[in-house]
């Protein structure tokens, strides 16, 4: 190649910006491609959504992180497919642009497993912006109820309900009950928060499945005792402006956050190779593409089995990946073997509530007060920039103490979201809309 080779990375996720830094410096052109200008923490999305942090905590303007790599080039941009014959990438607006090698780290998004209809109502939790959504939801859930004057109404506006009891569920859920019990208890004076509902509904038999049984009967009892409801075996068969139908019950609720799937990006398609029941890219063992070892696939997206397990789609996968992906790429222009990728289980962690959490790390398995000095440590070591570990460190020291949570603004319109009441359930929602309209006559 008379050219320096051009390395194209889709996606500026744990993979994309592990891949772009470690080809920093290095005698290749990259262009790093995402349809947001900033990387974002997911691990710690809930606490934007949950209050405990701001957007600007977790994430960072993805220019910022690369400034320091001049042959690394940003785009903001949104991929729509990929050309993989003629070696291009094609962008919603603006031409295609080719490459030498390509880096596909566009993660997962939410799976509603065919009910693509109940995403209106039950937000999942991906991006900065779904974040401050469902943060919008939960506090204006509170304001509305304190105005409220139906005691039905105002129990449903006081219900909210957690749809997957993975890590990010059970993490919503016990910070959900929290802000119930803690946060909010002395602030309103027609409503007591601390008998609002937090439900806490699993599809299977324990809640954190992947891990191992006793840790999740540790989460369990610290579920309880944050006094969240869980129901175990339950499978959601509807949600709408009303509530949650679980079998034949319907839970009227004007909350409710979606934890319960995954689906693989839909770039994936466009590569025009097997995938599986998800949509993730079956990869070769050096998480190339079958037929065609310029193309790699990273992270959530990619196949990758190891021991006959799938390799699971968490970001130390996503980052080892990548690092494999830059060795392969500088093998292959330099003309020597690539390796195959061996994934390295450093463990995982989810926290429940203050000074509770579960961990499984290098083998040991840790519960309560311990873990979760653990899961702090780790998660405030892993964010991007000082300033932010040192933001979020003094944020939780001080809800530590206080049970503070200091990202509870409401944007927008409020006053006229407040007079629009839910439509919960459909006869009292009649009723609500009449009484308004008598009190605005009045």
Same mark, same amino acid.
């Given at each position: 190649?008379?050219?320096?080779?051009?390395?194209?990375?889709?996606?500026?996720?744990?993979?994309?910006?592990?891949?772009?830094?470690?080809?920093?410096?290095?005698?290749?052109?990259?262009?790093?491609?995402?349809?947001?200008?900033?990387?974002?923490?997911?691990?710690?999305?809930?606490?934007?959504?949950?209050?405990?942090?701001?957007?600007?905590?977790?994430?960072?303007?993805?220019?910022?992180?690369?400034?320091?790599?001049?042959?690394?080039?940003?785009?903001?941009?949104?991929?729509?497919?990929?050309?993989?014959?003629?070696?291009?990438?094609?962008?919603?607006?603006?031409?295609?642009?080719?490459?030498?090698?390509?880096?596909?780290?566009?993660?997962?998004?939410?799976?509603?497993?065919?009910?693509?209809?109940f995403?209106?109502?039950?937000?999942?939790?991906?991006?900065?912006?779904?974040g401050?959504?469902?943060?919008?939801?939960?506090?204006?859930?509170?304001?509305?109820?304190?105005?409220?004057?139906?005691?039905?109404?105002?129990?449903?506006?006081?219900?909210?309900?957690?749809?997957?009891?993975?890590?990010?569920?059970?993490?919503?859920?016990?910070?959900?009950?929290?802000?119930?019990?803690?946060?909010?208890?002395?602030?309103f004076?027609?409503?007591?928060?601390?008998?609002?509902?937090?439900?806490?509904?699993?599809?299977?038999?324990?809640?954190?499945s992947?891990?191992?049984?006793?840790?999740?009967?540790?989460?369990?009892?610290?579920l309880?005792?944050?006094?969240?409801e869980?129901?175990?075996?339950?499978?959601?068969?509807?949600?709408?402006?009303?509530g949650?139908?679980?079998?034949?019950? +319907?839970?009227?609720?004007? %909350?409710?956050?979606? &934890? /319960?799937? !995954? *689906?693989?990006?839909?770039?994936?398609?466009?590569? =025009?190779?097997?995938?599986?029941?998800?949509?993730?890219?079956?990869?070769?063992?050096?998480?190339?593409?079958?037929?065609?070892?310029?193309?790699?696939?990273?992270?959530?997206?990619?196949?990758?089995?190891?021991?006959?397990?799938?390799?699971?789609?968490?970001?130390?996968?996503?980052?080892?990946g990548?690092?494999?992906?830059?060795?392969?790429?500088?093998?292959?222009?330099?003309?020597?073997?690539?390796?195959?990728?061996?994934?390295?289980? +450093?463990?995982?962690?989810? %926290?429940?509530?203050? &000074? /509770?959490? !579960? *961990?499984?790390?290098?083998?040991?398995k840790?519960? =309560?007060?311990?873990?979760?000095?653990?899961?702090?440590?780790?998660?405030?070591?892993?964010?991007?920039?000082?300033?932010?570990?040192?933001?979020?460190?003094?944020q939780?020291?001080?809800a530590?103490?206080?049970?503070?949570?200091?990202?509870?603004?409401?944007?927008?319109?409020?006053?006229?979201?407040?007079?629009?009441?839910?439509?919960?359930?459909?006869?009292?929602?009649?009723?609500?809309?009449?009484a308004?309209t008598?009190?605005?006559?009045?």
């Amino acid at each position: 190649m008379s050219e320096r080779p051009h390395v194209v990375i889709v996606g500026g996720g744990f993979g994309g910006l592990r891949a772009a830094k470690e080809l920093g410096g290095k005698d290749v052109r990259v262009t790093l491609l995402d349809r947001t200008n900033h990387h974002t923490f997911q691990p710690l999305l809930y606490q934007v959504a949950t209050a405990g942090l701001s957007p600007a905590d977790i994430a960072v303007p993805i220019r910022r992180i690369l400034r320091k790599h001049e042959n690394v080039t940003v785009l903001l941009a949104d991929v729509v497919r990929v050309d993989v014959p003629n070696k291009r990438v094609h962008l919603e607006d603006g031409e295609p642009i080719a490459y030498d090698f390509l880096v596909v780290a566009t993660g997962a998004t939410h799976s509603y497993f065919g009910n693509d209809q109940f995403a209106e109502f039950a937000p999942g939790l991906k991006t900065v912006d779904e974040g401050l959504m469902i943060r919008e939801r939960i506090f204006m859930a509170y304001e509305e109820a304190e105005r409220e004057e139906d005691p039905a109404r105002r129990d449903a506006l006081l219900t909210f309900v957690v749809i997957g009891a993975g890590p990010t569920g059970v993490e919503m859920a016990g910070a959900l009950s929290e802000i119930a019990r803690k946060t909010l208890a002395r602030e309103f004076r027609r409503i007591d928060t601390r008998k609002a509902r937090v439900i806490l509904v699993e599809g299977g038999a324990r809640v954190l499945s992947s891990y191992s049984a006793d840790l999740s009967d540790q989460a369990m009892r610290s579920l309880h005792r944050l006094g969240v409801e869980v129901r175990l075996g339950a499978r959601v068969t509807h949600v709408d402006a009303e509530g949650v139908s679980v079998g034949d019950e +319907l839970i009227p609720t004007r %909350t409710v956050v979606w &934890a /319960a799937g !995954v *689906a693989a990006s839909p770039l994936a398609r466009s590569l =025009g190779v097997p995938l599986d029941k998800v949509g993730r890219v079956i990869v070769d063992p050096e998480l190339s593409i079958p037929g065609h070892p310029e193309v790699y696939v990273v992270g959530d997206l990619a196949h990758f089995e190891q021991n006959g397990k799938l390799v699971p789609g968490v970001a130390q996968g996503a980052m080892q990946g990548a690092s494999l992906v830059v060795a392969n790429i500088l093998a292959q222009i330099d003309g020597r073997e690539r390796r195959a990728f061996r994934y390295r289980d +450093l463990g995982s962690m989810a %926290t429940i509530g203050r &000074a /509770a959490a !579960v *961990a499984e790390i290098f083998g040991m398995k840790l519960s =309560g007060f311990i873990a979760w000095i653990a899961w702090v440590v780790l998660h405030v070591a892993t964010l991007i920039g000082f300033k932010n570990r040192v933001i979020v460190m003094v944020q939780w020291i001080w809800a530590y103490f206080t049970h503070e949570r200091g990202s509870r603004l409401i944007h927008g319109m409020v006053h006229a979201k407040v007079a629009e009441p839910p439509v919960l359930p459909s006869k009292r929602g009649k009723d609500l809309a009449s009484a308004v309209t008598s009190a605005r006559a009045r």
